[in-house]
């Protein structure tokens, strides 16, 4: 087990905002990223470092942290953003871990 | 352009090896640390492995410690997993990532199914 855990779904309106948590130990010392990965294809990396955005990720999604709890924020869902997202991070041990993932819904 | 390229999926008994193979082009390999993660169909990812920049250091997941082995060639931009002692459990799409800093993938392969049965 990755020790992190997250909602398994949430849903919002289209254009609102959603806050999507990662909860575990490990978040204490170790930055969380999150994924994002549509039916059939692999993840990609949406924010890192704990509020990092690649290069090509829309400026709605945006990261944040707190003791044990990371957060990906949508400020202004879209269609396009449904799908699953997952957290990660590392453990004092070296391993890597994923939370459960959260499958968002875009009403 | 970084692309990563997995190979080597196939159809295997219980209790057979597999080698997957990941082809790394559009950096330079061997300044990346890399990992393999695998995802059950339905299911969620799970990390299976990590391997540093030269090889030295080298971490497994519980699910997988003992029967799978992560190994690199630098001078070719491969990365390999050896898969052996396979379970029906292990059925799943494998996706090599290179991490990127602060510890997240930043590149992922398409992936390479495996089916124990």
């Known amino acids: 087990s990755s020790g992190l855990t997250q909602d398994p779904a949430v849903s919002v309106a289209l254009g609102q905002t959603i806050r999507i948590t990662c909860q575990g130990d490990?978040?204490?010392?170790?930055?969380a990223s999150w994924y994002q990965q549509k039916p059939g294809q692999a993840p990609i990396l949406v924010i890192y470092?704990?509020?990092k955005r690649p290069s090509g990720i829309p400026g709605r999604f945006s990261g944040s942290s707190s003791g044990n709890t990371s957060s990906l924020t949508i400020t202004g869902a879209q269609a396009e953003d449904e799908g699953d997202y997952y957290c990660?991070?590392?453990?004092?041990?070296?391993?890597?871990?994923f939370g459960g993932g959260t499958r968002l819904t875009v009403l | 352009e970084v692309h990563l390229v997995e190979a080597g999926g196939d159809l295997v008994q219980p209790g057979g090896s597999l080698r997957l193979s990941c082809a790394a082009s559009?950096?330079?390999?061997?300044?990346?640390?890399m990992n393999w993660v695998r995802q059950a169909a339905g299911k969620g990812l799970e990390w299976i492995s990590y391997?540093?920049?030269?090889?030295?250091?080298?971490y497994y997941g519980d699910s997988v410690k003992g029967r799978f082995s992560i190994s690199r060639d630098n001078a070719k931009d491969l990365l390999y997993l050896q898969l052996n002692g396979l379970r029906v459990e292990d059925t799943a799409v494998y996706y090599c990532?290179?991490?990127?800093?602060?510890?997240?993938?930043?590149?992922w392969g398409r992936g390479t199914p495996v089916t124990v049965s």
């Open positions: 990532a290179r991490e990127g800093p602060e510890f997240n993938f930043d590149y």
């Open positions: 559009g950096f330079t390999f061997s300044d990346f640390e």
């Open positions: 391997i540093s920049r030269t090889g030295n250091f080298i």
């Open positions: 490990s978040l204490k010392n170790f930055y």
């Open positions: 470092a704990g509020n």
């Open positions: 990660n991070s590392r453990d004092r041990s070296g391993g890597r871990g």
